[in-house]
């Protein structure tokens, strides 16, 4: 409390003095590297914090907040002073990894300059505050304007994390301020996305299953199916907050649709099976990892006692063994600290041996930012996806981790090199 004080006479003090370490984008001479070993834990479902998605209106000040949208998420805010306000994020459940998540637009009723800090239970801050006027487009918060409590002292994990983060927003006549800490990607937005994908590329929309909640999880193929043809599997999502991966996702399956040559002859060969958003309540609700059930679903691969993980599967292993479809690649978009990818250990003969190695060096060549960030898990663990798809399908799999403050041109040229890189792959070493 005292140092939110502190911190808030310096800044109005010294204005933009404060603002030397608040850069997002973060310089690439230190290499995230990935320091736990997942856990398999029980993924039988747990009661969870379910969240009032509502208006928080304060008369006097003219102000109010509201997380009432999906994606939406403040479980409190309190008013300190006429222009300080105390906006707090609680987990779904506890324990969870430090993913804290929050959503919300703020209306003033006058012009007003107003000062919002973000805390979290149980939680330091992790997402660089975005801003948005619409809730559509989005932009990073203007480095003067955010000032970071009791910063962390390391690049990356929880010892980057500051203790809070206060946001100057500036209000005019009944505007509308969105703040949140990734783009809001619900699940509307993400089946306008899918009803916009071009219908003349094959692509047959399905639905695998519903969520607890009674949501659609939705899916697509690309390419039309038919006995012995091969599989590919792209899912994204099952941690709500992990927009930065959705978009990569995105550009790897805008490149599948493409009209180059390559792209024509792969729908032609090769059939996909795309989930976007396997986790459709966690992204509804602002979740900051688990579903409803309150379980990480990419723990739950093995168990499959959460509806999202359960029905996905028999889609695509109803479909795959219906057709006599190997399925050739799995590949599972995330965000995490910075751009990593997870890999298998090689035990055993895939369906298609060298594939990932050789998209990843294809990639390598093709950005030419010298080596990518990779980590070759150390046991296969089938309690995560790509694991999961590695033992029992024999796919060539990865994690594909994107940054949560890599640039959306970043992201999106490593998406679209990815896609192209495994196009030339698969096409070298499948005859
Ligand atoms: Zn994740």
Request: positive net charge; glycine residues 6%; charged residues 20%.
């Amino acid at each position: 409390m005292l140092a939110f004080k502190k911190t808030i006479q310096l800044f109005l003090i010294s204005g933009s003095l404060l603002l030397l370490s608040n850069d997002p984008a973060f310089s690439q001479d230190e290499i995230f590297r990935s320091k736990d070993s997942v856990k398999e834990v029980v993924t039988i479902s747990q009661t969870i914090d379910t969240i009032q998605q509502r208006i928080y209106q304060f008369n006097q000040a003219g102000i109010k907040f509201s997380c009432d949208f999906l994606g939406g998420r403040i479980n409190n805010v309190t008013q300190k002073n006429d222009s300080v306000f105390t906006v707090l994020s609680s987990a779904e459940n506890y324990p969870i990894n430090p993913s804290p998540w929050y959503a919300f637009f703020i209306i003033a009723q006058q012009p007003k300059k107003i000062f919002i800090e973000l805390t979290y239970t149980n939680s330091k801050h992790r997402y660089y505050p975005k801003i948005s006027t619409d809730g559509k487009s989005w932009k990073t918060v203007d480095s003067t304007l955010v000032q970071f409590i009791q910063p962390g002292k390391e690049k990356f994990g929880t010892g980057s994390m500051p203790q809070s983060a206060v946001v100057t927003v500036n209000l005019n006549n009944n505007d509308t301020v969105w703040l949140a800490a990734q783009e809001i990607i619900s699940s509307k937005d993400v089946s306008d996305w899918i009803n916009r994908l071009p219908i003349n590329k094959k692509i047959t929309h399905g639905i695998a299953g519903h969520s607890t909640y009674g949501k659609d999880i939705k899916y697509f193929t690309i390419g039309k199916i038919k006995k012995d043809k091969p599989s590919v599997v792209i899912i994204s999502r099952q941690h709500p907050p992990e927009v930065t991966g959705y978009f990569a996702m995105q550009k790897f399956v805008e490149v599948l649709l493409g009209g180059e040559k390559f792209s024509r002859k792969y729908r032609k060969k090769f059939v996909t099976y795309v989930v976007p958003l396997m986790n459709p309540d966690g992204a509804d609700y602002g979740h900051w990892r688990h579903n409803a059930g309150g379980i990480d679903l990419n723990r739950d691969w093995l168990q499959q006692h959460q509806p999202e993980v359960k029905q996905v599967n028999h889609l695509i292993d109803s479909a795959t063994r219906s057709n006599h479809s190997k399925i050739l690649f799995f590949i599972d978009f995330h965000s995490t600290w910075d751009d990593i990818f997870y890999t298998n250990s090689v035990t055993k003969k895939s369906n298609l041996p060298g594939l990932m190695d050789a998209i990843l060096s294809e990639m390598e060549k093709e950005l030419q930012q010298g080596k990518l960030n990779i980590k070759q898990s150390e046991k296969n663990e089938s309690f995560v996806s790509k694991g999961y798809f590695y033992n029992n399908y024999n796919a060539e799999s990865v994690t594909y981790e994107v940054g949560d403050n890599t640039s959306k041109d970043i992201i999106e040229r490593k998406g679209k090199v990815a896609a192209q890189s495994f196009l030339k792959s698969l096409f070298n070493l499948y005859k």
